[in-house]
């Protein structure tokens, strides 16, 4: 039986962090996938391909939507399978670039195309996919890095399976556009499906359980909700889904709110209820790995079906030497980087007995949505919660010139502080580009700076990062009677 250092499990954004520490420590390594192709999740059916078509609606909401006088735009063709096509080349491309090719180039790591399942704490079984049919391999290592991920949640909808029903995976490239779907779940995943098919011209309805979109009742998500109605999308909260039909070649989906019985029919259902992750299959109890029944899926604010790996947070299972990483675990943000950067520290706490672990109120998050929605550290709720008492202040991007610049003043700005220190606990962030804005936020935060700090420093004028220090003004002064870079 061949022996490794180390054995990966998954072939996503955690598995290949964990691959290029081993190889740079020169580990004897193996890594198995099976299920989705090299680069797993974030670059096939995540992240890369659903941002590049929220940008496609971008450009043809901002066309007609930019609101500069004198300038008609006309959009004279959308061909949505081009678009569609060219999400996908770019797919592709991706793939290549960054996983098939850095593969080849690590000397240290041999891959196996084929499923893995344990069959003791120190070995897997693996069915290879080879043209000459499935033969059982067995392997063991010192030890292993399960990077699994997980796999859209399909909640208890009487009759769904029979109706049929779209994931994050199907969505990505149907090849005919559905003129109305019903988006059920109005986590990140949702939000930014809902707002991609309704730019481009699909009549979308959101089912949502949740009293909010998201998570919680925050000033910005509440403006983000008013902003994507406003677009069109119907947005319905505080609703229990039932059962789904067909019925005169349409899909109808039932779902009780306020107490009564409303009914909603679409061309497709997409499913966006959060992720559940791939342990099943993997043998876990028969190698007495924990899971925890509590797991909720964080990046889409809904519940999940308690199927996370339990780790410590230096990522070690229950079973010492054995790691877990990204969306397999129960860790508290799933995201493209911290799989990777999870997955980069847990290689070296294996191989080399570390024990880094990461600081996750310092790593933002984003719903790419258009404004997007982008935060960091703790809410007020949180911060209340904590130190009982909290200042905070969000401020209009109205008050933002470069946003009047643009025209998209719709956007808001939160800064939660320690009502003593000044300390920024919080940055929380509605405009375009969010997602990079937040960037800035994340080092105040890690670095513990104080609004002083931030109000100390020279931001370029006109730009939208600008907003970051008058929001920390606003913590001293009327920023209405401030002129431009004060
Ligand atoms: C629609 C969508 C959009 C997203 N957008 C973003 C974004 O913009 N930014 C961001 O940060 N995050 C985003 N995410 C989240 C991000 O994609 C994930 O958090 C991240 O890719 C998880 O990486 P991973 O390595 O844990 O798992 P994955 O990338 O899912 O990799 C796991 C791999 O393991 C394989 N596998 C499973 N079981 C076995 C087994 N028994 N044997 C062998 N192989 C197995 C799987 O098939 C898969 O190939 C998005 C997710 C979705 C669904």
Known sequence: MENYDLIIIGGGAGAFAAAIKANELGAKTLMVNKGLPLGGTCVNVGCVPSKRLLWAGEVMHQAKHHN?????????????????????????????????????????????????????????????????????????????????????????????????????????????????LIVIGAGAVGLEFAQMYA???????????????????????????????????????????????????????????????EEVSGDEILLATGKTPNTQGLNLDKVGIEIDPSTHSASSGQAGTG??????????????????????????????????????????????CTQNSID???VPWTIFTDPQLAGVGLSEEQVIKQFGSCLCRT?????????????????????????????????????????????QAMTLIKNKNTIDDVVNSLPMFPTLSESIKIAALSFTKDISKLSCCI
Do not use: M
Not at 82 to 102: A, H, P, Q, S, T
Not at 402 to 412: M, Y
């Open 307 to 352: 199927q996370a790996i339990k780790v410590n947070p230096e990522f070690q299972t229950s079973q010492p030497h054995i790691f877990a990483v990204g969306d397999v675990t129960n860790a508290p943000l799933r995201l493209e980087p911290t799989a990777g950067r999870e997955s980069t520290l847990a290689a070296e706490n294996a191989l080399k």
């Open 360 to 362: 996750y109120n310092s």
């Open 199 to 261: 730019r481009f011209g699909t009549k979308v309805t959101i089912l949502h359980r949740g009293s909010s979109i998201f998570r919680g009742e925050e000033e910005l998500i509440t403006r983000l909700a008013e902003i994507l109605t406003n677009e069109g999308i119907a947005i319905k909260t505080s609703v229990q889904v039932k059962s789904a039909r067909k019925e005169g070649g349409k899909k109808v989906v039932s779902y009780i709110i306020d107490g009564k019985k």
């Open 395 to 439: 401020v209009s991007f109205e008050d933002v010139p470069k946003a009047l610049i643009i025209k998209r003043t719709e956007g808001l700005i939160k800064i939660v502080i320690h009502e003593e220190t000044k300390v920024i606990l919080g940055v929380q962030i509605l405009a375009p580009h969010a997602g990079d804005l937040i960037a």
């Open 68 to 180: 500069i006088p004198g300038i008609d735009i006309e959009i004279k063709n959308f061909d949505f399978q081009k678009v569609v096509e060219d999400e996908l080349d770019l797919v592709e491309r991706l793939r290549k670039e960054k996983y098939e090719k850095v593969l080849k180039h690590l000397e240290h790591v041999k891959f196996i195309d084929g499923k893995a399942t344990f069959v003791s704490p120190n070995e897997i079984e693996v069915n290879p996919s080879t043209s000459s049919g499935e033969t059982v391999q067995k392997l063991s290592a010192k030890k292993f890095l399960i990077a699994a991920g997980s796999t859209a949640t399909v909640p208890q909808i009487e009759s769904i399976r029979e109706v049929g029903f779209l994931t994050h995976i199907e969505a990505l490239k149907v090849k005919k556009q559905p003129k109305e």
